[in-house]
């Protein structure tokens, strides 16, 4: 058994009061085989990943961080949508399962599978739809991949894999952990006062250089109900990014191709000819090694105000940049060191104590963009090869549109979710989005600097 470390926690902590399950959606070619089969298969594979054989203990009164103990999958995990025949039938089936989180303290994750279907983007028969629904204590967008793709991997990539069984002695495992959790409380009580002593000091010496004010929340900054609106833009990466030129000077990247695209589509339906608009983008960091979950959120001003989109591109990537290395400065790392010194009773209560029905005076951004790399586009499902993949950031009470951009060989898929209460015409957006990232790739242009 291993201890959560404080990012994971706090992932599991929040998900009580917003609900932050991710949905890994990995689309394939007609996989020759039948969905119970396929279900079998998958089923064998998870069997024998250690990390799907986990599941969350909780400690009582939360004297110290919950523990990863050993779980042993379980078939009824993997379920099977028969009754879906279309892509668009899938999406809206997905909006529903939203709702329905995994408990990560029986089985932080389930599998879906769909199939076959038509209609689905860059296929031009029947396609089956994987879907791994995974609690995001159990890892952040490139660890939670990276379980997709020894799950989705050939069956010869399964050979050598190790299995995990479950054990026993939960209760005496969980009396010796509250044993141990309330020893550590005065040491942290300690640590969490001089490690906030240093950030404070560092911070005073620090100016700040993201993030900023925040940004006027817009009609889309509100709570968004239960009903779910998905969609999906399947693109070759050229057409997002631009290619390489003749003297072989590197392409936008995806993800400032992609905020660029946003850029242009959100006012032009917002119809806002004034103020600035920004993004809530989550970046990858290398903070503790232990955490499953290595990322920041961090503002980026989409410079609507620049109206050469050239222009703004590398405005937008020069933030983006500069974003990255801010979220890792010293005191922002010693502030997370202070944070993560915090008992974890009074964190706990930190966390129980937010009010997610009081509306915000601004926000880090309007929308949601969580851009992941999810690797070649080597994976088999039965005899089908995997066509592109994608997911969809969960929403909150204060984020009523989010945005993935999820790349896998050279297909990027970037996904809009929102509800029928906050974007009653999506479907608009999203016309306005497509059109935006094909003048984008169109019109890329390459920093030669």
């Known amino acids: 058994m291993q201890r959560l470390a404080f990012a994971d926690a706090m992932s599991y902590w929040i998900s009580a009061a917003i609900p932050n399950d991710q949905f890994l959606v990995y689309c394939f070619a007609e996989t020759g085989l039948s969905m119970t089969a396929l279900a079998d298969q998958l089923y064998a594979r998870a069997s024998r990943i250690p990390d799907l054989n986990l599941c969350i203990m909780d400690l009582p009164g939360t004297v110290d961080r919950p523990y990863w103990i050993a779980a042993t999958a379980d078939r009824t995990q993997i379920r ?19 709702a ?40 952040d967008g490139r660890v939670t991949s990276q379980i997709a793709r020894q799950l989705l991997a050939s069956p010869a990539d399964h050979d050598a894999r190790m299995s995990q069984t479950g054990s026993s002695g939960g209760e005496v495992r969980r009396i010796g952990a509250s044993v141990l959790g309330l020893a550590r409380i005065p040491m942290q009580v300690t640590e969490m006062f001089w490690r906030g002593m240093h950030a404070y000091r560092l911070a005073s010496d620090e100016p700040s250089v993201i993030g900023g004010g925040g940004f006027v929340p817009t009609a889309l900054n509100r709570p968004s109900g239960a009903d779910r609106s998905m969609r999906v833009i399947v693109v070759d ?21 992609a905020l660029t695209a946003i850029s242009v589509a959100l006012p032009a339906y917002l119809g806002e000819s004034e103020g600035a608009l920004g993004v809530e983008l989550t970046v990858g960091g290398s903070g503790d090694a232990h955490a499953r979950n290595n990322f920041r959120n961090v503002g980026i001003d989409l410079r609507v105000d620049v109206g050469d989109v050239a222009e703004r591109s590398r405005l937008i990537a020069d933030a983006v940049a500069a974003a990255r290395r801010a979220s890792m400065t010293p005191a922002r790392a010693a502030a997370r060191r202070a944070s993560e010194s915090t008992p974890a009773a009074l964190t706990h209560w930190g966390v129980r104590q937010f009010d997610i029905t009081r509306p915000p005076a601004s926000v880090t951004g309007v929308t949601v963009v969580s851009s992941v790399d999810r690797g070649p586009d080597d994976l088999i499902l039965g005899h089908g090869r995997v066509l592109f993949s994608t997911g969809f ?27 029928p209460e906050v974007m009653p015409d999506v ?6 989005l497509t059109a935006a990232i094909g003048a984008v790739g169109r019109g890329a242009v390459r920093d030669h600097r």
């Open 80 to 98: 099977v949508h028969e009754q879906v025949r279309t892509w668009p039938e899938c999406l809206a089936r997905l909006g529903e399962l939203i």
């Open 100 to 139: 329905d989180q995994v408990t990560a303290t029986d089985a932080p994750w389930r599998l879906h599978l769909f199939g076959p279907l038509v209609g689905v983007p860059r296929s031009d028969s029947a396609g089956v739809v994987v879907v791994l629904q995974i609690a995001h204590a159990l890892g």
């Open 237 to 257: 990466r050229e057409k997002l990014t631009g290619p390489r030129d003749s003297i072989g000077a590197a392409p936008l990247s995806v993800t400032v191709a």
């Open 393 to 419: 950031p969960a929403l909150s009470p204060a984020q009523g549109l989010t945005h993935g951009v999820h790349g896998l060989g050279d297909a990027v898929a970037i996904s809009v979710t929102t509800s």
């Open 427 to 432: 479907d608009r957006y999203v016309g306005l």
